[in-house]
């Protein structure tokens, strides 16, 4: 086995490029959809669910657990992966963009990020030194720098500001854990919101730095497609061709596609995981909710290409049935569903990169998941 961090780049198509990175519980093959696992859970499912779905990666939420069950508990039980029995590999994010959605009373200082937590209201501080205590402590095999996702519409001196404390965070988590201690990888992320210039210059800044990974942060963040992908194909190329990249909170179906096109080899959203739990149900004859009455009837399978468990066993009218009926099953096998078809996207489309025929592999699928998404 290769050492963590080890990443061997395969067979291309334009710049879209399909990867093997070695991590300390197991290679990843990219481009890769990960899961988003919330409270030291994928909502719903046990692990094994994630190793039938050939989940490879999970993301872990270090804001949530260092606030509940709380990091240093998790490291006395044996580190995140022995507590929740994933034995694959995790990526923590810094806790940092969730400081942004979830807490109240936040403020920003050049020592990091002071919030009072959404649970009970208690002060805490996340600095750069934190942040990567608290993965260390949860044991994760990749962790995020702390970095300010510069909100959607923010000036450019607000930006470029912004981009320079998030550089001088990245070389304080940089400094807090010795470039793969302990077989634990860090990624730095690149702000630099939706100008060209300071996003060519975070990312030099952060490359100077050096890490394992490069995100592109700040994207998905309201703005519309046509920007998001302005500025991913400005950015994207900018990050070293030999370490992994990274597109934060990415996405839908087409977004995926995108990202791939311009060379983004990992993704994480709450969009499938989320989506199931409204019912809404990503096939490959384009999106089902479930809830519609046109449904209570179908005694056809959701997908009849899907090969998960919802799809072998149930009708569309049980699903239908346990949606409206608000039954928790209904969550377990709307999530099981949505990340296979996720699972599978990606797999057909490493495999479309293999063969050189992507941009077709693309316009497939775009065709099934149209402008929305
Ligand atoms: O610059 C960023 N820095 C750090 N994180 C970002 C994230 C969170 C990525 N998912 C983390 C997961 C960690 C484990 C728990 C779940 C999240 C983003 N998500 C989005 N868009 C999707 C969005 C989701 C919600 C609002 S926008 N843009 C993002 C930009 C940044
Ligand atoms: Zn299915």
Excluded at 46 to 75: F, M, S
Excluded at 237 to 252: D, F, N
Excluded at 268 to 297: H, M, S, W
Aim: glycine share 10%; charged share 25%; aromatic share 10%.
């Amino acid at each position: 086995m290769n050492a963590p961090g080890t990443f061997t780049l395969g067979p291309g198509d334009g710049s879209a490029r399909t990867g093997r990175l070695t991590t300390a519980h197991g290679e990843i093959e990219t481009p890769v959809f990960m899961p988003v696992g919330t409270q030291g859970t994928v909502k719903s499912l046990c692990p094994t669910d994630l190793q039938d779905i050939k989940a490879r990666i999970i993301l872990g939420n270090t804001y949530h657990l260092y606030l509940r069950p709380g990091d240093e508990l998790v490291a006395k039980l044996g580190g995140l992966h022995r507590f929740m029995g994933w034995d694959g590999p995790i990526l923590t994010d810094s806790g940092g963009f969730q400081v942004f959605s979830l807490s109240g009373l936040r403020r920003i200082t050049e020592e990091g990020v002071t919030f009072a937590s959404h649970i009970d209201g208690s002060k805490h501080l996340f600095s750069p030194e934190k942040v990567v205590s608290i993965q260390r402590n949860l044991g994760s095999d990749i962790m995020m720098v702390l970095d300010e996702c510069v909100p959607y519409g923010a000036d450019r001196a607000y930006t470029e500001k912004s981009l320079g404390l998030t550089t001088r965070w990245a070389r304080r988590c940089r400094e807090a854990h010795p470039a793969g201690d302990r077989g634990q990888l860090m990624f730095g992320i690149v702000q630099g919101g939706f100008f060209k210039d300071l996003r060519a210059q975070s990312a030099e800044q952060i490359i100077e730095v050096g890490f394992d990974g490069y995100a592109l942060g700040g994207l998905s963040v309201g703005e519309s497609r046509a920007e998001m992908y302005d500025i991913l194909g400005d950015a994207a190329p900018l990050l070293p061709a030999e370490r992994p990249r990274y597109l934060m909170g990415v996405g839908a179906p087409r977004d995926l596609l995108a990202g791939m096109a311009a060379g983004i080899d990992m993704f994480d959203c709450v969009l499938p995981t989320r989506n199931a739990r409204n019912g809404t149900l990503f096939t490959f004859q384009g999106k089902v909710n479930i809830k519609r009455a046109e449904y209570r009837e179908d005694d056809s399978p959701l997908d009849p290409t899907c090969p998960c468990y919802a799809c072998r066993t149930f009708s569309r009218a049980y699903l239908r049935h346990l949606y409206i009926a608000k039954e928790l099953l209904s969550y377990r096998l709307n999530t099981l569903h949505n990340l296979t078809f996720f699972s599978i996207m990606m797999e057909r489309a490493r495999q479309a990169i293999r063969e050189g025929r992507f941009a077709a592999y693309r316009a497939e699928m775009e065709a099934l998941y149209p402008e929305g998404e």
